[in-house]
């Protein structure tokens, strides 16, 4: 979707090196999401924001960090990359509110820990 | 523990006919069930929502009911196509004034010609 941009969208790194992945939205929406897909577990959320600096945890958020100085980047940080951290990392947006259950996602990151 | 190489449920259906997803779901206090599509190496698209107060949604080609008694979900698609080859989830959101989505594992539907 082109109002939603994920960056990088390969990253191949070693275990307990730090990793950052931006999303980056063209649309001023408040609410924003990290999800991570995995073989066998469908997506799972791992932190979400409704506004600048207000953020909140999801089901699977030990080990990750996130920020959002402004409105338009929600940026998701590994602080130390595990193998366990192998995903396909997804960010979302809400466009038409919390009262409904559409998303809109982002092409995916995805993330390689050796 | 990651549940690595499990197999994704799936569906092979004639093209032209109709296709049927089911899903379970989990919690009883969920207040939106949602269908998405995923086409390889793409995110995720929204299809069609339904409120917990509702039984059954139209949209183009394609109806959810939900049967709310014994927690089930299902995706109905007409006359299936073969750009309808994708995994599909459903997901539920856990928490009413916010977006907490739940998703499920997926099935693959496989149009065959």
């Known amino acids: 979707d082109a109002g939603i941009t994920q960056s990088p969208r390969h990253k191949v790194t070693e275990t307990g090196t730090p990793v950052t992945l931006r999303c980056h939205q063209t649309?001023?929406?408040?609410?924003m999401y990290w999800y991570r897909q995995d073989p066998g577990h469908g997506l799972r959320l791992i932190h979400y924001s409704y506004g600048v600096k207000d953020t909140d945890k999801g089901e699977v958020s030990d080990g990750y960090s996130v920020s959002r100085s402004k409105t338009e980047d929600f940026l998701l940080t590994l602080e130390s990359a595990t193998s366990s951290q192998t995903s396909v990392y997804f960010c979302?947006?809400?466009?038409?509110?919390?009262?409904?259950?559409?998303?809109?996602f982002g092409e995916g990151s995805r993330l390689t820990v050796l | 523990g990651e549940s690595v190489g499990l197999h994704l449920p799936t569906l092979s259906v004639q093209e032209g006919d109709n296709s049927i997803i089911n899903c379970a779901y989990s919690n009883s206090a969920s207040d939106y069930f949602i269908w998405y599509k995923q086409e390889s190496g793409k995110g995720p698209q929204f299809i069609i929502d339904?409120?917990?107060?509702?039984d059954k949604r139209q949209g183009q080609r394609v109806t959810v009911l939900l049967n709310k008694t014994v927690k089930h979900l299902s995706l109905q698609i007409a006359a299936t196509q073969p750009g309808d080859s994708a995994v599909y989830f459903c997901?539920?959101?856990?928490?009413?004034?916010?977006?907490?989505?739940?998703f499920g594992q997926g099935t693959r539907l496989t149009i065959n010609p």
């Open positions: 997901a539920e959101n856990i928490l009413q004034g916010a977006q907490k989505l739940v």
């Open positions: 979302a947006i809400s466009r038409r509110g919390v009262d409904t259950g559409e998303l809109f």
């Open positions: 649309e001023n929406h408040r609410y």
């Open positions: 339904i409120r917990s107060n509702m």
